[in-house]
């Protein structure tokens, strides 16, 4: 049972940097205005799927 044990402390060890990794990348990308683009992208996107744009 201690290597059970083991195991799930890493899973829930990993779980957490993997979070705070992804947390800080979109940080990151919305301080650089990323947002901004893909909310563009996306409009555009969505018009020409519709075929106004």
């Known amino acids: ?3 059970a044990a083991a195991i799930l402390k890493a899973k829930r ?3 957490l940097a993997l ?3 992804g947390g800080c ?3 990151y990308g919305a ?3 990323e947002a901004a ?3 563009g992208k996306a409009v555009k996107l ?3 799927c ?3 744009g």
């Open 1 to 3: 049972m201690k290597g």
């Open 13 to 15: 060890i990993l779980r």
């Open 19 to 21: 979070l705070t990794v």
């Open 25 to 27: 990348m979109v940080a």
């Open 31 to 33: 301080g650089r205005g």
């Open 37 to 39: 683009v893909v909310l």
């Open 46 to 48: 969505c018009l020409e």
């Open 50 to 52: 519709v075929g106004i």
